[in-house]
């Protein structure tokens, strides 16, 4: 009799295998999702779904939206809420997932692992008061900013579908619910550690160092010290990431340690935006008063979390606490060094700088200082470099800018590569285009309050496409037009 060819790839192509629920009792807490009153699936993301082996055309649907609402569990899942602490504002707080659930970790056709968690999906026992809801607005910012960082070539947590639920939720206004599924290397973040350090969990600690060790960084498992070992690896992956923020001017705007994520991925979209107008001391989120995650700041308070969780990992590094602390120390020290070479590496990349000169630094600074005195849009002044005719730079106004201009173009020419050279290395890696405010308010604007998603499909299909925006989409690479009011983000759970 032929085989069943439906019977080997389970329906939809769910491929779970449930590590993390495998790990002992602390971690989290086993519960399902709570169903919703009328599903109903808004963005989905075929060519994701495509990647993680799930198939679209089953999923579309109603069935999709039962699964991506919390209504119906996937075959293989094994839903959870994860434990964890974080250092809020400096603050120490215990928190855990108090609006998300871990399904499970499916394994795609490459070989990878990937969480698939809903946010917003219902209380836990971790909610602190929450109604453990999110609002349609922001899920759908972090589905559009999450996917917008990943065509940039930005690590960062993806986003799978937004289902709205039909159910209200209740901010400072009623506004409609929704639940993300959002895609991710893994969940744990510098909070996970420091959960167990907080309650003195020493064992719970090895066994989630060893975890990490093996799905994040599976190559230091042998390494001599390897508690060490993961704790320089996460330092040089952050290190590389926040220098690939600050190259786009991307302002996460919640930095806590609960937000910071042992793979190295962008996580937790919440009040986050671009920078148009070039500012280092720019913040957008309403509720940052002291500037604490401002766009210039972002590096420090990196590299500040990373002592958290440093201290979390003493025990492990070295059986002698002095030791262990130089160690720690020591490792925590090298954050400068490798987010400077790694944004120096990444500028030098931007102004099409192949050969390398003793003045490069001063060039890149002046540029900015030069940005900064004439308020120049961060975005546009990359990208009129990278696409213009050296001569016709008619983006770049004001006399810095201009005196600076000669500079460059001098350097250029001093260059043994052809400008086709450094203009196509300045191709990608100035966006065209990025998540602007203005852009993003519209897309939610026209999705929440009308209904009207088709605004937000257009946005999405340009930002996937950040280095070569057709000139019909050359609207979306503008700045915004003058504001009187400058623009605040929410945390809007
Ligand atoms: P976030 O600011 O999204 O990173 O969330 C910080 C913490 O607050 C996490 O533990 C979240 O799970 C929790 N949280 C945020 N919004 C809610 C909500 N509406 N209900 C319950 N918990 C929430
Ligand atoms: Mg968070």
Same mark, same amino acid.
């Given at each position: 009799?032929?085989?069943?060819?439906?019977?080997?790839?389970?329906?939809?192509?769910?491929?779970?295998?449930?590590?993390?629920?495998?790990?002992?009792?602390?971690?989290?807490?086993?519960?399902?999702?709570?169903?919703?009153?009328?599903?109903?699936?808004?963005?989905?993301?075929?060519?994701?779904?495509?990647?993680?082996?799930?198939?679209? &055309?089953?999923?579309?649907?109603?069935?999709?939206?039962?699964?991506?609402?919390?209504?119906?569990?996937?075959?293989? *899942?094994?839903?959870? *809420?994860?434990?964890?602490?974080?250092?809020?504002?400096?603050?120490?707080?215990?928190?855990?997932?108090?609006?998300?659930?871990?399904l499970?970790?499916?394994?795609?056709?490459?070989?990878?692992?990937?969480?698939?968690?809903? #946010?917003?999906?219902?209380?836990?026992? +971790?909610?602190?008061?929450?109604?453990?809801?999110?609002?349609?607005?922001?899920?759908?910012?972090?589905?559009?900013?999450?996917?917008?960082?990943?065509?940039?070539?930005?690590?960062?947590? !993806?986003?799978?579908?937004?289902?709205?639920?039909?159910?209200?939720?209740? !901010? &400072?206004?009623?506004?409609?619910?929704?639940?993300?599924?959002?895609? *991710?290397?893994?969940?744990?973040?510098?909070?996970?550690? $420091?959960?167990?350090?907080?309650?003195?969990?020493?064992?719970?600690? !090895?066994?989630?160092a060893?975890?990490?060790?093996?799905?994040?960084?599976?190559?230091?498992?042998?390494a001599?010290?390897?508690?060490?070992?993961?704790?320089?690896?996460?330092? $040089?992956?952050?290190?590389?990431?926040?220098?690939?923020?600050?190259h786009?001017?991307?302002?996460?705007?919640?930095? =806590?340690?609960? =937000?910071?994520?042992?793979?190295? &991925?962008?996580?937790?979209?919440? %009040?986050?935006? +671009?920078?148009?107008?070039?500012?280092?001391?720019?913040?957008?989120?309403?509720?940052?008063? $002291?500037?604490?995650?401002?766009?210039? =700041?972002?590096?420090?308070?990196?590299?500040?979390?990373?002592?958290?969780f *440093?201290?979390?990992?003493?025990?492990?590094?070295?059986?002698?606490q002095?030791?262990?602390?130089?160690?720690?120390?020591?490792?925590?020290?090298?954050?400068?060094?490798?987010?400077?070479?790694?944004?120096?590496?990444?500028?030098?990349?931007?102004?099409?700088?192949?050969?390398?000169?003793?003045?490069?630094?001063?060039?890149? #600074?002046?540029?900015l200082?030069?940005?900064?005195?004439?308020?120049?849009?961060?975005?546009?002044?990359?990208?009129?470099?990278?696409?213009e005719?050296?001569?016709?730079?008619?983006?770049? #106004?004001?006399?810095?800018l201009?005196?600076?201009?000669?500079?460059w173009?001098?350097?250029?020419?001093?260059?043994?590569?052809?400008?086709?050279?450094?203009?196509?290395?300045?191709?990608?890696?100035?966006?065209?285009?990025?998540?602007?405010?203005?852009?993003?308010?519209?897309?939610?604007?026209?999705?929440?309050?009308?209904?009207?998603?088709?605004?937000?499909?257009?946005?999405?299909?340009?930002?996937?496409?950040?280095?070569?925006?057709? %000139?019909?989409?050359?609207?979306?690479?503008?700045?915004?037009?003058?504001?009187?009011?400058?623009?605040?983000? +929410?945390?809007?759970?």
């Amino acid at each position: 009799m032929p085989s069943d060819p439906t019977a080997a790839t389970p329906r939809a192509g769910w491929n779970f295998d449930n590590s993390f629920a495998r790990l002992p009792d602390p971690l989290y807490v086993r519960l399902r999702p709570v169903p919703v009153r009328a599903p109903r699936l808004v963005v989905f993301n075929r060519p994701l779904c495509a990647a993680l082996g799930l198939d679209a &055309e089953a999923l579309a649907g109603d069935a999709g939206a039962m699964i991506f609402a919390g209504n119906q569990l996937p075959q293989g *899942a094994e839903p959870l *809420a994860q434990a964890y602490a974080g250092h809020q504002f400096g603050h120490f707080t215990m928190l855990g997932d108090g609006r998300a659930i871990l399904l499970g970790e499916q394994l795609t056709p490459a070989g990878e692992r990937f969480d698939i968690q809903l #946010k917003g999906s219902g209380p836990t026992p +971790f909610s602190r008061g929450g109604d453990g809801r999110a609002a349609l607005g922001p899920m759908l910012r972090e589905y559009l900013v999450s996917e917008a960082m990943f065509a940039l070539g930005i690590p960062s947590t !993806r986003s799978l579908a937004v289902a709205a639920t039909g159910e209200p939720v209740d !901010r &400072e206004t009623v506004l409609p619910g929704a639940v993300l599924t959002r895609v *991710a290397a893994s969940h744990i973040r510098i909070g996970t550690f $420091e959960y167990l350090a907080s309650r003195g969990d020493q064992d719970g600690l !090895r066994t989630l160092a060893d975890y990490c060790l093996r799905r994040h960084y599976p190559s230091l498992s042998a390494a001599a010290n390897p508690y060490l070992a993961l704790f320089s690896a996460v330092v $040089e992956r952050q290190a590389t990431l926040l220098a690939r923020w600050l190259h786009v001017g991307f302002i996460h705007g919640v930095m =806590n340690t609960d =937000n910071m994520a042992i793979s190295g &991925e962008t996580i937790d979209y919440g %009040p986050c935006a +671009f920078m148009d107008a070039y500012d280092p001391a720019t913040v957008f989120s309403s509720i940052d008063l $002291e500037g604490r995650y401002a766009y210039e =700041n972002q590096p420090n308070i990196a590299q500040w979390n990373l002592a958290r969780f *440093a201290e979390t990992l003493l025990p492990l590094i070295h059986a002698d606490q002095k030791q262990a602390l130089q160690l720690a120390e020591e490792a925590v020290r090298a954050f400068p060094d490798l987010f400077r070479s790694a944004w120096f590496s990444g500028m030098r990349a931007k102004l099409g700088l192949i050969t390398e000169e003793d003045a490069d630094q001063a060039l890149i #600074k002046d540029l900015l200082t030069a940005m900064q005195e004439s308020h120049a849009d961060y975005t546009t002044t990359f990208s009129a470099l990278a696409l213009e005719t050296p001569g016709q730079l008619s983006l770049l #106004k004001g006399p810095a800018l201009a005196q600076w201009l000669g500079r460059w173009q001098a350097r250029l020419a001093r260059q043994p590569e052809p400008f086709d050279a450094a203009q196509a290395l300045m191709r990608a890696h100035n966006p065209q285009v990025i998540p602007r405010n203005h852009l993003v308010e519209e897309a939610l604007a026209a999705a929440t309050q009308r209904g009207d998603f088709s605004v937000l499909e257009r946005l999405l299909a340009v930002l996937a496409k950040p280095y070569e925006v057709s %000139p019909e989409h050359s609207a979306y690479c503008l700045p915004p037009a003058p504001s009187s009011q400058p623009y605040r983000t +929410f945390c809007g759970t």
